[in-house]
């Protein structure tokens, strides 16, 4: 049974900086793709960042340079480092897995309850 937990989350104001955790279970870790999506109040669900099995990774361009995916694989743990946030970042933010490359895409199968950010002016 495949379990994904965020932690993290927080108030932050304008500039600083969060990091993200996901904590898995339940399967081989190091072969499944990851990602962080964010949904805000009345906006759809939008892929934040995604790291591969490969270690390979993709950013929305929203958020490049200013945020870093990375997995360990010994820890089986998903991180988002988020620097420079903005009050545009401000939603749940939510870890998804899968066997399947969706990248950005919010088609992954597994999905955490989320983690809230808000970031103040």
């Known amino acids: 049974q495949v379990q994904l937990v965020e932690s993290g989350g927080g108030s932050v104001q304008a500039g600083g900086s969060l ?5 898995a279970s339940g399967y081989t870790y190091s072969s499944y793709c990851m990602g962080w999506f964010r949904q805000a109040p009345g906006k759809e669900r ?7 099995s490969d270690g390979s990774t993709s950013y ?3 958020v490049k340079g200013r ?3 990375s997995k360990d694989n ?8 988020m620097n420079s946030l903005e009050p545009e970042d401000t939603a749940m933010y939510y870890c998804a897995a899968d066997r399947v490359r969706f990248g950005l895409l919010p088609r992954y199968r597994y999905w955490g309850q989320g983690t809230q950010v ?4």
Do not use: H, M, P, W
């Open 19 to 23: 990091r993200l955790s996901c904590a």
């Open 46 to 52: 939008e892929g934040v960042a995604a790291i591969d």
């Open 60 to 62: 929305a361009d929203s």
């Open 67 to 69: 945020f870093t995916i």
């Open 74 to 81: 010994a820890k089986n743990t998903l991180y988002l480092q």
């Open 118 to 121: 808000t970031v103040s002016s």
